[in-house]
């Protein structure tokens, strides 16, 4: 298993100010959710990443915050992404989560995918199978080959398990991309 050491990609920061929007109120509130039913327990030091769609940017939670203790002038905004480069242009003070390139393609593959949340369930992990789709092979976090993985089985699933690694839950809004996380879950702690 690969040591958490943060992005993989060089950060240009557009803007040091924090982004404003009333919805990440919602966004944090979704992180505080994940912490406590354990969706997001770190892994090597990630607790995962949220984010969502917001017009031809998104807003993603940084790299290295632990959920339990993140505030709203934390979160970042991914204004674009030059995959080819590993360059993501951003307005925050932090570093945008690790995981990054992989919402960027994500949304640029799905106009209705307007929330990402990507979570470390060990749960869910060992009942991968049967809950979604899996990625084929296991590959580091953060990278280009995780991406591809990925790409490779999105489709028009809205549940995706990333192999020895997390999920991947895709909705329409951050209450859809939620509940399909905890719907899942639910459904193996009642078995």
Not at 49 to 74: A, C, H, M, Q, Y
Not at 174 to 182: D, K, P, S, V
């Amino acid at each position: 298993m690969e040591v958490y050491k943060g992005v993989k990609f060089e950060v240009v920061f557009i803007s040091s100010s924090p982004p404003g929007d009333e919805r990440i109120a919602e966004l944090k509130e979704w992180c505080l959710t994940f912490h406590k039913l354990g969706l997001s327990p770190a892994y090597n030091g990630s607790c995962g990443n949220l984010s969502f769609r917001r017009n031809n940017s998104f807003i993603i939670t940084p790299s290295g915050v632990n959920f339990g203790k993140i505030r709203e002038d934390d979160f970042v905004e991914v204004k674009k992404c030059d995959l080819a480069k590993k360059i993501v242009y951003v307005i925050g003070k932090n570093k945008p989560s690790s995981e990054s390139m992989l919402h960027y393609a994500i949304y640029e593959k799905r106009d209705e995918v307007n929330a990402i949340f990507h979570g470390h369930s060990r749960e869910i992990l060992e009942h991968g199978e049967e809950l979604g789709v899996v990625t084929a092979r296991e590959v580091p976090y953060g990278s280009v080959e995780l991406l591809e993985e990925v790409l490779k089985i999105l489709g028009k699933n809205n549940f995706i398990i990333l192999k020895n690694h997390g999920f991947l839950s895709l909705g329409r809004s951050m209450e859809e991309a939620g509940e399909i996380a905890l719907e899942k879950l639910r459904s193996i702690m009642d078995k």
